[in-house]
């Protein structure tokens, strides 16, 4: 239930300060001050921070709402990777340092590895998010728009394109959810890797079909799913495409003695 | 619109299942070729249904009452989900212990429950399903077999078709017409059992381009029932039928039916010297996709044990499920003739034949891939 009055709350601070006019004006050079003082003061950006030095003292798992929610509204600043990365600094005894974390390789993570397989879960939760308000819109415009005498949402053809996203953006959070099964604040290397294989593939199907389903509009400037099928496709690429992260998943498994796929699954790839 | 669905965990009683269930399939199919373990679903061994029966593990969530093994549906997910994954032969007794006996313990009446419940726990009672017709096949409200009222039960005339296992079946549970005409739709359908033994009936087999035969023709002519041939309520027969299909749609039998495939492909490249780059992202493709779907099964097994009825995220489930189903032979094909001189094992190839010649189905059993994302689109949130 932590979770849902997290995510509530944080929903509220970004219908406040974090609304398509707001991405617009930030993305054109605007400032984005006023966004990042409300997520600073709200305290978010340390719920990975043990309780003892200061933060909440959540774990990865409990902080999913809040990437997800950072998609949904294409937050223009990096707020889930500061949740992260301050973390790792007060985990490495470096001093978090101010404002917002912009250059993840001077995050201080044990390893390469580890700092590319916790971006990718990140990229993973924010892509979900896109993808999920991607949905919505087009699901909103499939029963708005009237093309030869009835809402475009009646005709099976729009039907079948429109559950192809339902299907891969639900596939997409539950491997992104997997992604942040973690007790602490660093995933599971194979379990981020799931992820964003899984959710970089879905990227390409959701977008595609969004902006088949709504014609031209859909890629005018001033139409709001291009604020998220741009960042659906950069999530994609993001740490690494699918074929990057399903060659880590598939050298696992060929690694494996005997096992076959379900014992694979079960042992390295389950949440 | 998309909610989402909480990770679960397999409950640990239910998960120790597993090594009981595995020992008993290693000594039981023994060394049968995998391209004869493929058929699974559609593998009949009346022999095996018995043996696994005998275990306890045919109706393993009824009621003790009627001689069930009373556990939960995270410990069937496991049984099923090591009989799929071994390409176990399980048709015999699959339709009566995921279908028909649920559906019998959910509208079937005292002494139905008495008779039937614990014949399909012995593995003495193998049911088939009748739902499709030659005139009523996605558009499954427009059947036309009948029964008709007689002063002793009723009488049956009539046609069904895909109709799998019929042959072997002891009962049928069928969808039919018990008033109004193919016109009223949804409205005057029942569901019956029919005792596959009695005069009137005639099966006949249609043998499908693997050489197989497990679709059959199934004719009734002027078949007399009794009166408690009807389960659940006179007319309400859709409705019983649409949670019926609900309930098919959620379980792991979604997700596995080109694993014996899959996991062919995996050792005859662990064999290998050199695996290609692709194969490996290719490996990594599909665990990862049965990894989340696997993830999801469980989530949606999770919400079914609560009272809950999660039918949009079934739909969902299956649809993504028989997508990646279908892939796994396509694909795998594509890998292996990358290298056009390569000396694959003849058991992987016959396996990969038998899967690529069946896989078509795997996408229309229990409602076809349109109908599904239909039902999909509709339920989250298109007017």
């Known amino acids: 239930m932590t979770d849902d009055l997290l995510g509530q709350s944080f929903e509220r601070l970004l219908q406040e300060h974090c609304t398509p006019a707001h991405v617009r004006d930030i993305e054109n050079g605007g400032p984005a001050d006023a966004l990042w003082t409300a997520v600073e003061q709200s305290g978010f950006l340390d719920a990975l921070i043990p309780e003892e030095k200061g933060g909440a003292g959540l774990a990865l798992r409990d902080v999913f709402p809040l990437a997800v929610l950072c998609g949904r509204y294409a937050v223009p600043v990096p707020v889930a990777e500061t949740i992260l990365a301050r973390a790792i600094y007060v985990a490495a005894s470096q001093e978090v340092p101010v404002g917002p974390v912009t250059n993840w390789d001077q995050v201080p993570f044990e390893t390469v590895d580890i700092r590319r397989s916790t971006g990718a879960a990140i990229a993973a939760a924010l892509l979900v998010g896109a993808m999920e308000r991607a949905f919505e819109i087009t699901v909103a415009f499939a029963n708005d728009r009237t093309q030869f005498g009835r809402p475009i949402g009646k005709f099976q053809a729009v039907q079948q394109q429109i559950s192809v996203m339902a299907e891969q953006t639900f596939a997409a959070k539950m491997a992104a959810e997997m992604g942040f099964a973690s007790d602490d604040w660093l995933p599971d290397p194979l379990l981020a890797a799931v992820a964003k294989a899984r959710s970089s593939e879905a990227a390409v199907l959701v977008s595609a079909n969004a902006h088949a389903v709504h014609g031209a509009i859909g890629a005018t400037e001033e139409y709001d799913l291009q604020l998220f099928t741009r960042r659906i496709h950069a999530g994609r690429t993001a740490f690494g495409a699918e074929s990057y992260w399903n060659r880590i998943i598939g050298e696992a498994v060929l690694a494996s003695g005997p096992e076959g796929v379900l014992d694979n699954i079960r042992y390295k790839l389950s949440a | ?383």
Request: charge should be negative; charged fraction near 20%.
């Open chain 2, 1 to 383: 619109m998309l909610g989402s669905l909480p990770l679960v965990s397999i409950p640990v009683e239910d998960e120790a299942l597993r090594p009981a269930v595995r020992t008993f399939l290693e000594q039981t199919l023994g060394d049968r070729p995998r391209h004869v373990l493929a058929r699974s679903w559609v593998g009949f061994d009346g022999d095996f249904s018995r043996a696994l029966a005998a275990k306890g593990w045919v109706g393993l969530t009824f009621p003790t009452d009627y001689g069930g093994g009373g556990r939960s549906a995270f410990a069937r997910f496991v049984l099923a989900e090591e009989l799929l994954n071994a390409g176990a032969p399980v048709y015999a007794h699959w339709i009566a212990d995921r279908q028909s006996g649920p559906l019998i313990l959910k509208y079937g009446t005292e002494a139905q429950k008495n008779f039937y419940i614990p014949k399909i726990c012995k593995g003495e009672a193998f049911f088939c399903i009748g739902m499709s017709e030659p005139a009523a096949g996605s558009d499954l409200a427009s059947v036309r077999t009948r029964a008709t009222k007689t002063e002793t039960g009723w009488l049956l005339n009539g046609q069904k078709i895909w109709t799998s296992g019929a042959k072997y079946s002891q009962y049928m549970v069928a969808l039919v017409r018990t008033s109004g005409e193919p016109e009223d739709r949804n409205k005057g359908l029942s569901q019956i059992i029919i005792d596959m033994s009695l005069p009137g009936i005639d099966v006949r087999p249609i043998k499908d381009m693997s050489g197989d035969s497990h679709f059959n023709e199934v004719f009734f002519d002027d078949v007399e029932l009794g009166e408690d041939a009807l389960v659940g309520t006179e007319g309400g027969g859709w409705n019983q039928v649409t949670s019926e299909l609900a309930f098919e749609r959620s379980g792991p039998e979604r997700i596995y039916s080109s694993i014996l495939l899959l996991d062919g492909w995996l050792d005859y490249l662990k064999s290998q010297d050199h695996v290609s780059e692709a194969s490996i992202i290719l490996i990594g493709k599909f665990a990862a996709h049965l990894a989340v779907l696997r993830a999801m099964s469980l989530a949606i097994t999770d919400q079914l044990t609560k009272g809950e009825s999660p039918a949009n995220e079934a739909a969902l489930v299956k649809d993504l499920g028989t997508e990646i189903e279908q892939a796994i032979p396509t694909l795998i094909a594509d890998a292996l003739a990358a290298i056009p001189d390569a000396v694959v094992p003849d058991d992987l190839m016959k396996t990969l034949a038998y899967v690529t010649q069946m896989s078509p189905t795997f996408s229309l059993r229990g409602g076809t891939r349109e109908i599904l994302r239909g039902i999909i689109a509709r339920g989250l949130g298109l007017r």
